[in-house]
């Protein structure tokens, strides 16, 4: 009862927060690796806090036709400004229309293909390209050649791509960068498949329709791609995060099957499920309680909030602390099974193996975490975090799981624990053996009148077996 009470206790703290690593968030902050305090990242910093977030790295989306074709068409001018305008108030980021700017629409209104030649037209008049220009001149042909500036940079000689470039509100490697970028996603697929299927065309309200006349002379065929450093971040990010599970999956049955051929028992994989997952959810959940919701902001620099887990945190320190955890299972675990095999029962085997391995365990874990605690000592955020999960895995897996909650574990599963291997049932050594209690108290509970003598030395009652 005692063993299943501590394994109750031990989940009622572990479960609140294991369900806290649903919270985790995931971020490309990259001045999360940038040292504390050094010049390059202060620099950052301020640039981000004078400046839109999304100076430090702008958004773009680029849209090309067929080498033999022209972005200078109707149609592609008004894809071109849907896309912009669209970017600019359907992503839930609020963003500036001065900030969303292509040849098809700026400064949050929409620029048709005959606007658009006549702007660069006006531009190239002589008297907007003489040495020296007049007031009324200058007046008359800033708009002309502004416009013709965006235009050189956003369309190529070709003239068969065109650039739209964003500058969001906030840092481009934050969270929320990674719902703006399924945003745009979400409206550069659909305005792609709109223009790219001859069957629909679009009305004077916007809305496309199922066509009933054949076209007298078809769209080309756009491509539409989306760039940028924050979009090559999240695209490697997700390819990555898309293998994990398949890797820490494979990783952890090759484990499994190691583990239960070597100990020639099925049940492992079932007693790894209660001693090894959860524990390392505990530990991310403990983690995003420091370093994403502040709890320990007061403490120092190092345990200070960072918003969230830069992104291959998780990849790196998981597969690690899988390791480090099984590595004193196994340790605890082959001992226990050794004994057993030699006529021991569970409990005895649990005693015997515990204080085999406990002191050596418990040193190894203490140095580890004095080893991963160092990092705590650095001034960048990603080390500081590393070196948290890592430290508090060891203590927890040391001093919780593998002193406590190991054992109770194995005590309740003796007559499955080892299937399909067979052990002693019969004549098994226990705890009242003299291995375990000594010569004498071992003589006082086998002698029917209660005493027993030995160099003068008399024990004469359970008070006396208590207090030895």
Not at 200 to 220: H, I, S
Not at 435 to 463: A, P, Q, R
């Amino acid at each position: 009862p005692n063993n299943i009470i501590a394994i109750l206790m031990l989940y009622i703290l572990v479960i609140p927060l294991a369900i806290q690593c649903s919270r985790l968030r995931i971020n490309e902050d990259i001045l999360a690796g940038i040292p504390r305090g050094s010049p390059s990242g202060d620099r950052f910093r301020s640039m981000y806090n004078h400046f839109p977030g999304g100076t430090f790295s702008p958004f773009y989306v680029v849209v090309n036709v067929p080498e033999n074709e022209s972005v200078m068409t109707k149609d592609i001018y008004e894809t071109v400004a849907t896309i912009t305008k669209r970017i600019q108030k359907e992503t839930d980021c609020n963003i500036d229309p001065m900030s969303v700017a292509s040849p098809a629409y700026l400064k949050g209104e929409k620029i048709s293909l005959l606007e658009a030649e006549t702007l660069l037209l006006a531009a190239k008049r002589d008297a907007c390209n003489k040495p020296k220009v007049s007031k009324v001149d200058m007046t008359l042909c800033r708009g002309p050649k502004e416009y013709e500036f965006l235009f050189n940079q956003a369309v190529n000689e070709r003239k068969n791509a065109i650039l739209i470039s964003i500058l969001v509100p906030f840092f481009p490697f934050a969270t929320q960068t990674q719902d703006f970028i399924d945003q745009v996603y979400d409206i550069l697929d659909d305005e792609l498949e709109k223009h790219n299927d001859f069957g629909y065309v679009r009305d004077w309200t916007g809305l496309y329709w199922k066509k009933k006349d054949v076209y007298k002379k078809e769209k080309p065929k756009i491509e539409i791609g989306f760039c940028g450093f924050a979009v090559g971040f999240d695209a490697i990010m997700r390819q990555v995060y898309g293998l994990f599970p398949t890797l820490i999956g494979t990783t952890l049955a090759a484990v499994f099957i190691v583990l239960s051929v070597m100990l020639k028992s099925a049940f492992v994989p079932i007693r790894l499920a209660f001693t090894l997952f959860l524990p390392i959810l505990a530990v991310y959940g403990l983690a995003v309680l420091v370093y994403q919701d502040g709890i320990l902001n007061w403490l120092s620099a190092a345990t200070t909030s960072i918003g969230g887990f830069y992104w291959y945190i998780p990849i790196l320190i998981t597969s690690m602390v899988c390791g480090l955890a099984l590595d004193y299972d196994v340790f605890l675990i082959s001992r226990i099974v050794e004994h057993r095999s030699n006529g021991y029962d569970i409990r005895a085997s649990i005693v015997k193996a515990s204080c085999e391995t406990g002191g050596t365990i418990s040193a190894a874990g203490i140095i580890m975490t004095l080893a991963f605690g160092g990092m705590l000592l650095a001034n960048q955020s990603t080390i500081n975090l590393s070196g948290w999960l890592l430290a508090t895995a060891v203590l927890l897996d040391t001093f919780v799981v593998n002193t406590i909650l190991v054992p109770a574990l194995m005590s309740l599963g003796d007559n499955v624990a080892w299937w399909p291997m067979k052990m002693p049932m019969e004549n098994m050594i226990t705890l009242d053996h003299p291995e375990f209690v000594g010569e004498k108290v071992y003589s006082y509970l086998n002698d029917s009148d209660g005493s027993v003598s030995n160099e003068g030395d008399t024990i004469t009652s359970t008070e006396d077996v208590d207090m030895r």
